[in-house]
C-alpha cells in the first residue's frame, strides 16, 4: 500500500480547510465590504490559469528530481501569505492593499500545490494511474470533510478566528514535511493493492478462463463491428505476440470503457502488463519463455521490414516513371492483403510502448489518418511533459486541465506544430461554442452561490458556525459522490442530465432566496439546499469534460486537450473570479442599514437564476447535438 501519495492529499486537505472561512473573517475582523472580498477571492482565481501550468509543465517538469523540493518551497511561500493575512492588524490603513499582495502570492504559489500533488501522484503510480489515482485523492476528500466540521465547531468559541491560523500552521507544517519525504518515481507494483482479490490473476495469461457471458454481436465491442477493433482481436496462429493480445481482448475492452462514455458494465479491471508485454516479477517459467520467443521474432520480424523499407527506398526514385506508364497496380488478392495486415499488426514499432500511452492516444481513434505521426508526437510530449496526462484523465478535477494552456501559448512549443486551422474550424463550431458559454457560465454562477455563502448563512440567517462545518462537509461528500452518478447514469442521458442540473441549480437558487432566520427549519434546507446545488455542479463539470470527444468527433487529441484546459479555465478560474466580483458589487449595491437582511444576497441569487435560464438555453447546442 503507498502511504506517501496519500499524506500528500491529506496534508493538503488540512491546510486548505480554513480557505471558506476567509470571507467570515475579513468581513468580522479586518471590516471589508462584501465587494473588497470578491475581488480578494477573485484575484487568486484568475491567476491560477497561468500559475498551474507555469509550475507543473514548464519548471518542475523540466526537472523531475525535484518535484518534492518545489512542493516543499511553494508550501513555505503560499502559506506565508495566507499567514500575513491573518496577521494584519484590525482596521489598518494599509490593511486592504496587505491583504491584496498577500493573495497574489498565494495565487502564485500555493493555488499550483493541487495539481503538483496531483502531478506527483499519476508518476508515482505509474501505469497503474487509471485505477488508483480517484482513491489516493479521496482521502484528501476525506480529510478535508473531516476538517470543516472541526473547524466549524472550533469557531463557536472563537470569536478570534485564532484556530485558522493554527489549523494553517500545522497542515502547512505536515505538507512541508512530507513533500521533502516524497520521491517523485514509479512506484513497485507489489506495493498496489488489489480492487478485488480474484484468484484468476495469478494464472498465466495463457491459461486464464474465458468469460462466463460472451460479448454481444451488436456490442460496440465486438471483434467484427468496426475495423478499428479488428486489429486487437484478428487472430494470427504463426504469431505468438498476435496470439498474446487475443487471449486479453477481454482486458483490452475493459480499458476503453474506462476512457469514453460509450462503453458500459465493464467485467475486467485494467491490466497493463496483460495488454502490453510489461514484465513481472512474478511470471512463470512459461511466460518468460513465450515472452522471449515473442521478442525474438518480433525481433526478427523488424529487421526484415527495415531492410525491405531500406530497399524500396532506393528503388522508388527510378521505377516511378515506368508505374506510371503502366497504369495502377493490380489489387492484392485477399490472402496477399490477409498477410500484409497480420505482418502490420505483428510490428512492435506499432505497438503502444505502455498503459499511459495507450489512454493518452485512446481518443484518436476517431481519426485513423496520421495515427503513427500523431502517436510518435505524443509519445514525445509525454516524456518530456508527464504532467500533461492530467488533462486526458477520463473525470480529471475541475482545475488540472487547464495547467495545459500555459504550455499551449508556448512557441515553438510541441502544440505548436498542429493543424492550426483545423483548430480553428473546430471552434467555430457551434456545439463547442455553447460548450465553452455554458461551462463558463455555470462557473460564474457557481461563485456568485457560494463565494460569499458563509457570510450569509451566519450575519444573514444567524447560523451557529458549527452548522457552517457541517454544510462545508456535505459540500465534500456531494463531490465524491458526484463521480458514480456520471459514470452509473448521466452519460447516457447527456441532455436530461444537463436539464435536470439547472433545474435543480435553479430550485436551488429559488430556496436560498426563501429562507428566513430564526426559522425551525432553516438549518435542515440549508443543508439540503447544499447537498443538492453541490451535487449539481460537480455532476455537470464530469458531463461536460467527458463529451469533449464526443463534440470534437474529428479533431485530434492536442485539440481535445486544448479544449479540455478552456473549459477548465472558465470553469474553474475566469468564471469563478467574475462571479466573485459580481456577486460582491451586488451585495453592497443593495445592502440596507439592516445589517442581518441583506438584501443583497437576494439579488445575487435573483440573477443567478437568470444566468442559469440562459445556460439551459445554449447547452441545447452541444448535449442535443452528441445524442443525436
Not at 491490466?271 to 502490453?276: G, H, I, T
Not at 495502377?328 to 502490420?344: D, K, T, Y
Not at 458514480?484 to 429559488?510: E, G, S
Not at 428566513?516 to 469534460?545: K, M, R, S
Request: glycine share 4%; net charge negative; proline share 7%.
Amino acid at each position: 500500500m503507498l502511504f506517501w501519495p496519500k499524506l500528500l492529499s491529506i496534508a493538503h486537505a488540512i491546510a486548505s480547510s480554513v480557505r471558506p472561512y476567509l470571507p467570515l473573517y475579513l468581513s468580522h475582523l479586518l471590516g471589508f465590504t462584501c465587494a473588497d472580498i470578491g475581488i480578494l477571492l477573485a484575484v487568486p482565481l484568475a491567476l491560477r490559469v497561468a500559475s498551474l501550468g507555469l509550475w507543473t509543465v514548464l519548471v518542475i517538469d523540466q526537472r523531475p528530481l525535484l518535484h518534492g523540493f518545489f512542493m516543499a518551497l511553494l508550501t513555505a511561500v503560499g502559506t506565508a501569505a495566507l499567514v500575513l493575512i491573518l496577521w494584519i492588524p484590525p482596521h489598518a490603513k494599509f490593511a486592504w492593499s496587505a491583504a491584496l499582495f498577500c493573495m497574489l502570492l498565494d495565487g502564485i504559489f500555493y493555488q499550483p500545490l493541487g495539481v503538483l500533488i496531483d502531478s506527483a501522484i499519476i508518476k508515482i503510480l505509474g501505469d497503474y494511474k487509471m485505477m488508483y489515482y480517484d482513491s489516493q485523492r479521496q482521502w484528501g476528500d476525506v480529510a478535508a470533510a473531516v476538517m470543516a466540521v472541526g473547524i466549524g465547531w472550533s469557531l463557536d468559541d472563537d470569536h478570534d478566528f485564532d484556530t485558522l491560523m493554527g489549523t494553517i500552521l500545522i497542515g502547512a507544517v505536515l505538507l512541508f514535511l512530507v513533500s521533502l519525504s516524497t520521491t517523485v518515481i514509479p512506484a513497485d507494483p507489489s506495493s498496489l493493492e488489489s480492487p478485488e482479490d480474484d484468484p484468476n490473476d495469478h494464472l498465466t495469461p495463457l491459461l486464464k478462463p474465458a468469460p462466463t457471458s460472451p460479448i454481444s454481436p451488436s456490442s460496440p465491442t465486438h471483434p467484427h463491428s468496426h475495423h478499428h477493433h479488428h486489429h486487437y482481436y484478428t487472430h494470427h496462429p504463426h504469431h505468438p505476440s498476435q496470439h498474446y493480445v487475443t487471449t486479453n481482448a477481454n482486458d483490452l475492452e475493459a480499458s476503453i470503457h474506462v476512457m469514453s462514455q460509450y462503453y458500459y458494465e465493464p467485467r475486467y479491471f485494467y491490466k497493463p502488463y496483460n495488454l502490453f508485454h510489461e514484465q513481472l516479477s512474478h511470471i512463470s517459467e512459461e511466460d518468460a519463455s513465450m515472452l522471449q520467443q515473442m521478442a525474438s521474432q518480433n525481433d526478427t520480424v523488424k529487421a526484415v521490414q527495415e531492410e525491405t523499407m531500406t530497399t524500396t527506398e532506393d528503388e522508388t526514385a527510378t521505377t516511378t516513371s515506368s508505374h506510371e506508364a503502366a497504369g495502377p497496380p493490380p489489387p492484392l488478392s485477399p490472402s496477399a492483403a490477409a498477410a500484409a495486415r497480420g505482418q502490420a499488426d505483428d510490428d512492435p514499432s506499432c505497438t503502444f510502448r505502455s498503459s499511459s500511452q495507450y489512454w493518452a492516444t485512446t481518443t484518436m481513434a476517431a481519426t485513423s489518418a496520421s495515427t503513427t505521426a500523431n502517436d510518435i508526437h505524443s509519445d514525445a510530449i509525454f516524456d518530456a511533459m508527464p504532467s500533461l496526462q492530467l488533462a486526458l484523465m477520463p473525470s480529471p478535477p475541475p482545475e488540472t486541465p487547464m495547467l495545459i494552456l500555459p504550455v499551449a501559448m508556448v512557441p515553438n512549443s510541441f502544440f505548436a506544430t498542429d493543424d492550426d486551422s483545423g483548430d480553428e474550424r473546430c471552434r467555430q463550431r457551434w456545439p463547442v461554442c455553447s460548450l465553452l458559454i455554458t461551462v463558463f457560465s455555470m462557473g460564474t454562477v457557481s461563485a456568485m452561490m457560494n463565494a460569499l455563502l458563509y457570510i450569509y448563512l451566519h450575519d444573514g440567517l444567524g447560523l451557529p458556525m458549527h452548522m457552517i462545518g457541517i454544510v462545508g462537509m456535505v459540500s465534500t461528500a456531494a463531490k465524491v459522490a458526484a463521480k458514480p452518478i456520471v459514470q452509473h447514469w448521466a452519460n447516457r442521458w447527456c441532455h436530461r442530465t444537463v436539464v435536470v442540473i439547472h433545474m435543480m441549480l435553479i430550485l436551488c437558487a429559488l430556496g436560498y432566496t426563501m429562507l428566513q432566520p430564526a426559522h425551525l427549519g432553516v438549518h435542515v434546507a440549508v443543508v439540503v439546499l447544499q447537498i443538492l446545488q453541490a451535487l449539481a455542479f460537480n455532476v455537470f463539470w464530469y458531463v461536460a469534460v467527458q463529451q469533449v470527444d464526443a463534440v470534437l468527433l474529428t479533431a485530434g487529441q492536442h485539440q481535445r486537450m486544448i479544449l479540455r484546459g478552456r473549459m477548465s479555465a472558465l470553469f474553474n478560474s475566469i468564471g469563478p473570479a467574475i462571479g466573485a466580483v459580481l456577486a460582491g458589487y451586488l451585495v453592497d449595491l443593495y445592502q440596507q442599514t439592516s445589517y442581518m437582511t441583506f438584501p443583497g444576497f437576494l439579488l445575487v441569487y435573483k440573477c443567478s437564476i437568470v444566468v442559469l435560464a440562459i445556460s439551459l438555453l445554449l447547452s441545447r447546442g452541444w448535449s442535443l447535438a452528441i445524442e443525436d
